[in-house]
């Protein structure tokens, strides 16, 4: 019905449709697509929007092959549009994303491999759960809170396959309320992506990941990870979408791509129901794949997602050379990961990120093979290829609430402004400032420069309880750089994370770090204040401090740190390969 006044509004030339009251059921095999409006004026006046679609098994495909034209909603090239004012929601009494549940019974089993489980009780859905009799697939755990509205200790996920329709770990029925799950334990007869990093059983975590957990604990359960997704925004211009609440979508909130310019998100909202859907998002809630920046997003709000709240980033590449004007990519995702089309600009940088000053132009694409339309330098046995025809740079994010999500906020840009905007009990990192690859599966962020973070409050971060691992350095804000094994970090480019200021911001009660600046030059760290009320039970004894390495040219200044007597107190620590530090005004 949507589709037809949509189609009706275009033939027309219509400037605006507003949608009748009540609830539409979009339970059809594909989302709702706007595509070439220009001028256009989407009106949702308070709808809400019930959507359900079966995840697809085969062929079954990794995460960064995901196909951005089955979202919920797929908005596309078009020019000086609103959409907004109305609701989304999933159809949680056929197709659950997540189950509420506490644990009843472990077993773990010492004398037989892979045959310890956890039974768990599924709340909220009354005397059958809806996947009773048929699969009940379990790709990912958290440990919350008795009432799931927190998240409970990191070190009790399970992560059982993240592609979509995966049937993670083997399960069995008990009753229609109770199932029996196997962490880490393959079922071949269910389905399950076949490739590197897919799910393979293992003996020692089954073991551990069933010993993780006691009778009573509380966990969430999700059946779903990447999948459809929300919103596609493709390629549009002079875009808002605006007034927008989010209760659930199976896979990305928002994902970004294409060409999308100058566009504007205004009042969305990511908040389950109630806590009988604990969760909002399956995945990421706002992802930019791909854009052309100039991203405006105000009163952003999101709770109970699962992966990275926020992830603002453009992907590169890993690439040899393999003739005078070719690279073929040899990074193990392939060139699907990352392909531009003939034309695009590309840029060359060297292993530790250090500029060739080469430049050029791309003349043709075939399968992993890139040709250029000039000679290519030398040097190297491989480069990183930037597509600098696009870039996620210039992007404000202000007066928004990130809260009780699974991950952590990457602003993987240049151009940034964070301002006036809470992180509060994130179970990783709340903000991350990186570039990062590896030869394998991530390539992930054309450099940060030009990066403000002002006035913003940092309470309760990294619930998760991990430390000084690769995605958790146990810090509300990092800048850190990403790097194969044979590349050393004091060899890297400094200037690829620099011109970074933080002014005006407090943190609260952090459970090590405030801050870690692991990687980066020309940073200014200002007038803030850290409060450490000794009162949060993980907090580590480096808690409130900061700590550079491989750092150049940094300024703290004037900052205040406000601590009760019989707490430690923190820190500065200095590590290696820091030159440039001017510490004064502090109190």
Same mark, same amino acid.
């Given at each position: 019905?949507?589709?037809?006044?949509?189609?009706?509004?275009?033939?027309?030339?219509?400037?605006?449709?507003?949608?009748?009251?009540?609830?539409?059921?979009?339970?059809?095999? /594909?989302?709702?697509?706007?595509?070439?409006?220009?001028?256009?004026?989407?009106?949702?006046?308070?709808?809400?929007?019930?959507?359900?679609?079966?995840?697809?098994?085969?062929?079954?495909?990794?995460?960064?092959?995901?196909?951005?034209?089955?979202?919920?909603?797929?908005?596309?090239?078009?020019?000086?549009?609103?959409?907004?004012?109305?609701?989304?929601?999933?159809?949680?009494?056929?197709?659950?994303?997540?189950?509420?549940?506490?644990?009843?019974?472990?077993?773990?089993?010492?004398?037989?491999?892979?045959?310890?489980?956890?039974?768990?009780?599924?709340?909220?859905?009354?005397?059958?759960?809806?996947?009773?009799?048929?699969?009940?697939?379990?790709?990912?755990?958290? /440990?919350?809170?008795?009432?799931?509205?927190?998240?409970?200790?990191?070190?009790?996920?399970?992560?059982?396959?993240?592609?979509?329709?995966?049937?993670?770990?083997?399960?069995?029925?008990?009753?229609?309320?109770?199932?029996?799950?196997?962490?880490?334990?393959?079922?071949?007869?269910?389905?399950?992506?076949?490739?590197?990093?897919?799910?393979?059983?293992?003996?020692?975590?089954?073991?551990?990941?069933?010993?993780?957990?006691?009778?009573?604990?509380?966990?969430?359960?999700?059946?779903?990870?990447?999948?459809?997704?929300?919103?596609?925004?493709?390629?549009?211009?002079?875009?808002?979408?605006?007034?927008?609440?989010?209760?659930?979508?199976?896979?990305?909130?928002?994902?970004?791509?294409?060409?999308?310019?100058?566009?504007?998100? /205004?009042?969305?909202?990511?908040?389950?129901?109630?806590?009988?859907?604990?969760?909002?998002?399956?995945?990421?809630?706002?992802?930019?794949?791909?854009?052309?920046?100039?991203?405006?997003?105000?009163?952003?709000?999101?709770?109970?997602?699962?992966?990275?709240?926020?992830?603002?980033?453009?992907?590169?590449?890993?690439?040899?050379?393999?003739?005078?004007?070719?690279?073929?990519?040899?990074?193990?995702?392939?060139?699907?990961?990352?392909?531009?089309?003939?034309?695009?600009?590309?840029?060359?940088?060297?292993?530790?990120?250090?500029?060739?000053?080469?430049?050029?132009?791309?003349?043709?694409?075939?399968?992993?093979?890139?040709?250029?339309?000039?000679?290519?330098?030398?040097?190297?046995?491989?480069?990183?290829?930037?597509?600098?025809?696009?870039?996620?740079?210039?992007?404000?994010?202000?007066?928004?609430?990130?809260?009780?999500?699974?991950?952590?906020?990457?602003?993987?840009?240049?151009?940034?402004?964070?301002?006036?905007?809470?992180?509060?009990?994130?179970?990783?990192?709340?903000?991350?400032?990186?570039?990062?690859?590896?030869?394998?599966?991530?390539?992930?962020?054309?450099?940060?420069?030009?990066?403000?973070?002002?006035?913003?409050?940092?309470?309760?971060?990294?619930?998760?309880?991990?430390?000084?691992?690769?995605?958790?350095?146990?810090?509300?804000?990092?800048?850190?750089?990403?790097?194969?094994?044979?590349?050393?970090?004091?060899?890297?480019?400094?200037?690829?994370?620099?011109?970074?200021?933080?002014?005006?911001?407090?943190? /609260?009660?952090?459970?090590?770090?405030?801050?870690?600046?692991?990687?980066?030059?020309?940073?200014?760290?200002?007038?803030?204040?850290?409060?450490?009320?000794?009162?949060?039970?993980?907090?580590?004894?480096?808690?409130?401090?900061?700590?550079?390495?491989?750092?150049?040219?940094?300024?703290?200044?004037?900052?205040?740190?406000?601590?009760?007597?019989?707490?430690?107190?923190?820190?500065?620590?200095?590590?290696?390969?820091?030159?440039?530090?001017?510490?004064?005004?502090?109190?």
């Amino acid at each position: 019905a949507i589709e037809r006044a949509l189609a009706a509004a275009k033939k027309s030339g219509a400037g605006r449709l507003v949608l009748a009251p009540g609830v539409y059921r979009c339970f059809g095999p /594909k989302g709702i697509f706007v595509e070439g409006f220009e001028d256009f004026v989407f009106d949702g006046a308070g709808a809400e929007l019930v959507f359900r679609r079966a995840p697809i098994t085969d062929p079954m495909v990794p995460s960064w092959n995901h196909d951005p034209s089955r979202a919920n909603f797929v908005i596309r090239n078009c020019r000086r549009m609103r959409i907004g004012g109305f609701d989304m929601d999933w159809d949680w009494r056929t197709a659950p994303l997540a189950t509420g549940a506490r644990v009843t019974k472990v077993h773990v089993d010492e004398t037989r491999d892979c045959a310890s489980f956890v039974e768990f009780e599924l709340l909220g859905h009354g005397a059958r759960h809806p996947y009773y009799g048929g699969l009940c697939p379990v790709q990912h755990t958290n /440990k919350m809170s008795a009432d799931f509205t927190r998240f409970g200790e990191r070190n009790s996920n399970w992560w059982m396959g993240t592609y979509e329709g995966e049937a993670g770990a083997k399960s069995e029925w008990v009753d229609p309320v109770h199932v029996r799950v196997y962490p880490s334990v393959y079922d071949p007869a269910t389905p399950h992506w076949g490739g590197a990093n897919g799910i393979r059983s293992n003996a020692k975590a089954n073991r551990k990941l069933a010993s993780d957990l006691k009778v009573g604990d509380s966990v969430r359960l999700s059946h779903r990870y990447y999948g459809k997704g929300g919103f596609t925004l493709d390629s549009n211009e002079d875009f808002v979408l605006h007034d927008v609440h989010v209760y659930a979508c199976f896979g990305f909130g928002i994902y970004v791509d294409g060409s999308q310019r100058n566009w504007m998100l /205004k009042n969305v909202i990511f908040k389950p129901r109630d806590l009988g859907h604990p969760i909002t998002c399956s995945a990421d809630t706002l992802h930019f794949s791909h854009s052309c920046g100039g991203a405006i997003v105000d009163g952003f709000y999101t709770s109970h997602g699962s992966d990275d709240s926020i992830n603002v980033h453009d992907r590169f590449t890993v690439a040899k050379p393999t003739g005078t004007r070719e690279l073929s990519v040899i990074l193990q995702r392939g060139a699907v990961y990352f392909t531009p089309k003939a034309g695009h600009e590309v840029e060359l940088r060297r292993p530790t990120y250090h500029a060739t000053g080469w430049r050029g132009k791309v003349v043709s694409v075939d399968g992993a093979r890139l040709t250029f339309d000039r000679d290519l330098p030398s040097g190297e046995p491989y480069y990183l290829v930037f597509d600098r025809s696009a870039s996620c740079d210039r992007v404000i994010f202000r007066n928004a609430v990130i809260e009780d999500n699974e991950q952590r906020c990457l602003f993987n840009a240049s151009d940034v402004t964070i301002e006036d905007c809470v992180f509060r009990r994130t179970n990783g990192d709340a903000v991350r400032l990186l570039a990062d690859y590896t030869m394998t599966y991530w390539c992930e962020g054309t450099g940060v420069t030009n990066l403000v973070v002002r006035n913003c409050r940092f309470e309760n971060c990294c619930t998760g309880q991990q430390h000084d691992c690769p995605w958790n350095m146990g810090a509300n804000l990092v800048t850190c750089l990403g790097l194969p094994p044979a590349v050393k970090i004091a060899d890297a480019d400094k200037s690829f994370i620099s011109r970074i200021l933080v002014e005006g911001c407090t943190f /609260k009660d952090s459970i090590s770090y405030a801050a870690s600046f692991d990687f980066g030059s020309d940073i200014l760290f200002r007038r803030n204040t850290i409060k450490e009320s000794g009162m949060r039970p993980d907090r580590l004894p480096t808690a409130g401090s900061i700590r550079l390495r491989h750092v150049a040219n940094a300024c703290f200044e004037d900052n205040r740190f406000v601590v009760p007597e019989g707490v430690t107190k923190p820190s500065f620590l200095v590590g290696e390969d820091v030159t440039g530090l001017t510490i004064h005004g502090n109190k």
